[in-house]
């Protein structure tokens, strides 16, 4: 069916749910005709009437099973599907029981329906409607539009995700293996406090509850023919605790060491990767759910920003400066891998600025002198909206 084409009872049939869905996180995602275009790729009619009454409370497999109207040998053929989607995440609760509840809409099913690499014509159906709804909202860049959002966003907008950075280890500390990535990226010392680096979050989730899982955003460029500048592995987001087990059971992902894990952030890291820690509910005082290895080109949130999209706004705990400006060759290695383009070159050095920076490290990680720090400082970063005159990305 073309976008925009179904009935009167399928659209509101697909808008109770979708607006069900959006209460499932702190950010609301308002439902348009293109979020109703997606849902109606993948999810059936049947599948829609269950998830309506399944409602956004936690259910056991029960109870599940109640409201599905269906018996026990069928049901579990019908679920298995719905789980497999990403619209329900399983997980247990606090005595051990394992309870369903309805996914949010994004961060949640958009990406888990794509993170599985596979392309059959719904997922490749799906990525296209995605297209279309990121295009739709070019429409939104104009003055006096984009003022009028950036003025919302910074009235009412909280930090949904926390940026990790990496911190440097010996040999002594963890196991390190050797990956060629056909690239010389020479990693200098950096003064950073462990609290929050994404090392320190993946010594967390050891012992089986560490997947990997395709990241569905360059999954999604892939459909649409588009490659990563950056050439980023395709696995390379790693689900935590019960999105982990719920990865793994349902063929989404697959479980990997916490070596493995430190291996896959390094590559990443290399390559130009930025730390994004997703929360349950998108609420950054809720446990860590993933950890996305993004960068500015196929992230459907850096990638947005950088096509003038959406505004940003990320909990930081670190902040780059130059303590030496004579280190500083003046190379630009730094402004080509800033993910927010707060780097800014003078005829002699590199200019930060500290009200774009999101401390994820990696002006740090890439300079081949060793003339950038992080110093650690908690705070909130919120970045406007870009002018159609500032995108990096067309």
């Known amino acids: 069916m073309q976008p925009g084409k179904m009935s009167p009872q399928r659209k509101t049939q697909l808008r109770v749910l979708a607006n069900m869905m959006k209460r ?4 609301r995602l308002p439902v348009n005709q293109h979020i109703l275009d ?14 309506i009454r399944m409602g956004t409370r936690e259910k056991s497999y029960e109870q599940l099973m109640a409201i599905a109207y269906l018996p026990e040998d069928k049901f579990q053929s019908f679920l298995e599907p719905i789980l497999r989607k990403g619209l329900i995440w399983p997980k247990e609760d606090e005595f051990g029981d394992k309870v369903y509840t309805l996914s949010p809409i994004m961060f949640g099913w958009f990406e888990l329906f794509l993170s599985d690499g596979g392309e059959t014509p719904e997922q490749v159906k799906f990525a296209q409607r995605l297209n279309e709804y990121f295009d739709s909202l070019k429409k939104s860049n104009f003055f006096p539009a984009r003022n009028l959002m950036n003025l919302t966003f910074s009235r009412t907008s909280v930090p949904l995700q926390s940026i990790a950075a990496i911190r440097s280890y010996s040999e002594e500390e963890l196991p390190i293996s050797t990956i060629d990535i056909s690239k010389t990226a020479a990693a200098t010392p950096t003064r950073i406090y462990p609290a929050q680096s994404v090392y320190d979050i993946i010594e967390r989730h050891n012992g089986g509850s560490i997947a990997l899982m395709h990241c569905s955003c360059r999954q999604w460029r892939k459909m649409m023919g588009e490659t990563c500048r950056f050439d980023m592995p395709h696995e390379a987001c790693l689900a935590l605790g019960h999105l ?18 430190f291996d896959i952030v390094d590559e990443s890291e290399a390559r130009g990767a930025v730390h994004t820690v997703y929360h349950e509910h998108e609420d950054i005082r809720q446990p860590q759910v993933a950890i996305c290895n993004c960068c500015w080109d196929c992230c459907s949130v850096f990638g947005s920003y950088n096509r003038g999209l959406i505004p940003l706004h990320f909990k930081s705990y670190y902040q780059a400066h130059i303590p030496d400006l004579s280190m500083c060759t003046g190379c630009g290695v730094c402004e080509e891998y800033c993910p927010v383009n707060g780097i800014s070159m003078t005829e002699e050095s590199a200019v930060l600025d500290s009200a774009k920076c999101i401390g994820c490290g990696q002006c740090a990680y890439q300079c081949p002198t060793g003339a950038i720090e992080l110093e650690y400082r908690e705070r909130d970063v919120m970045l406007p909206m870009l002018k159609r005159s500032e995108v990096r990305i067309q």
Do not use: M
Request: charged share 25%; no cysteine; aromatic share 12%.
């Open 38 to 51: 997606i849902f109606d790729v993948a999810i059936t009619p049947e599948e829609a009437n269950f998830l």
């Open 24 to 27: 499932q996180k702190v950010r």
């Open 244 to 261: 982990a087990r719920s990865a793994v059971e349902y063929d989404i992902g697959h479980y990997i060491s916490k070596a493995q894990a």
